[in-house]
């Protein structure tokens, strides 16, 4: 950790970001919270203490709690760079847009403002960012058995083991936390990455882009804690978890769309061919169809399973142009 922290000496201007590593007042800490004023202050304490010329920005997203009164007066007392932001729109992928949209830095460092993720691991996943060994660290929660430990939601268990294998199987990754709050990520990562959802399911979006885009992704085990007393999560098991799964449908959509389209139109033309069994008995057997309304409608599901693929292989072609004009944009940046 000390040498991670040596790395990171203070700076000039944004001119000298542009060239050589990353020092700690290049460095934003990104806080998103929703009535959090039992936690955000001790969480800001703790991430100036690990990074003091860090700044440190709140999102606060929409609070009904002192939590951006407690954060501006933390942020005033320790005379901490950074501040507090007002994000209008529900949601933590909001909030994050938002950060992504007004904080210019070279390392941005993602963490819950819950008290749940230790500040003091912040240079040990900053320094493979600083190094150019990474575009994304991860703070993975579970090769440790922190989380299985601490989390007293069995189904949130299970969702992220669930995520873990469908990403891992979409993309042959070998990820061991897809959902982690915790992550440092490179300016070029952040500056690429359109950010087109709303709430929880932004770390698997985000996990998602970089499996497609190729970036270069991380793993640094931490420990993780169950929230403090009198302080509640905001997730809930069964809406968040089943947005997060869609998330990975829609990206399945966008990014593999001849597996996704493919796989449906196999689906319906294996359909119309059990549906037409009645239909090649009737000419096998008397050389006339007795069964023609199941002939209509196999011949029905046939033309929709051609098209259904006919698009997979379409946006298939679109995908790969995508991809390299994503290269090329990514080739211009700095």
């Known amino acids: 950790m000390h040498m991670a922290t040596e790395r990171l000496s203070v700076m000039g201007d944004d001119r000298h970001a ?7 007042a290049d460095v934003a800490v990104i806080l998103p919270a929703f009535n959090e ?3 955000i202050a001790a969480t800001i304490e703790g991430f100036h203490q690990a990074l003091p010329q860090a700044a440190i920005w709140v999102i606060n997203n929409r609070s009904t709690d002192k939590t951006e009164q407690v954060a501006s007066e933390v942020i005033a007392r320790i005379a ?7 994000e209008s729109c529900q949601g933590k992928g909001n909030a994050l847009r ?3 949209l007004d904080i210019s830095a070279r390392v941005y460092v993602l963490a819950d403002a819950d008290l749940t993720y230790p500040p003091q691991r912040a240079c040990d996943l900053i320094a493979p960012i600083v190094s150019g060994a990474a575009d994304m660290v991860v703070g993975d929660r579970l090769s440790g058995g922190h989380y299985a430990a601490e989390n007293k939601r069995a189904f949130h268990g299970l969702g992220n083991r669930l995520v873990r294998y469908l990403v891992n199987k979409l993309f042959r990754a070998n990820l061991a936390d897809i959902m982690s709050g915790y992550r440092v990520l490179s300016r070029r990562f952040v500056k690429s990455y359109p950010i087109l959802v709303e709430g929880f399911e932004i770390e698997t979006d985000m996990t998602l882009h970089a499996l497609d885009k190729k970036f ?4 640094i085990p931490v420990e993780y804690k ?7 999560s905001k997730l809930s098991t069964f809406s968040d978890g089943s947005r997060v799964v869609f998330t990975i449908a829609r990206i399945l959509r966008h990014y593999r769309p001849l597996a996704f389209f493919g796989g449906a139109g196999l689906l319906l033309a294996l ?3 059990l549906i037409a069994v009645p239909v090649f008995d009737d000419w096998i057997q008397y050389r006339y169809i007795h069964h023609v309304p199941l002939a209509i409608l196999a011949t029905g599901v046939e033309i929709v399973a051609l098209l259904t693929i006919s698009i997979g292989l379409v946006l298939d072609s679109i995908a790969d142009h995508g991809r390299r004009t994503f290269e ?4 211009r940046q700095p």
């Open 80 to 86: 901490c760079r950074g501040g507090v932001l007002n």
């Open 37 to 39: 004023e039992l936690t």
């Open 18 to 24: 542009e060239t050589g590593s990353a020092d700690a």
């Open 216 to 219: 270069r992704i991380v793993e």
């Open 328 to 331: 090329r944009e990514l080739l």
């Open 271 to 273: 359909a119309g061919l």
């Open 98 to 100: 938002r950060a992504f």
């Open 226 to 232: 169950d929230r403090p007393a009198g302080s509640y």
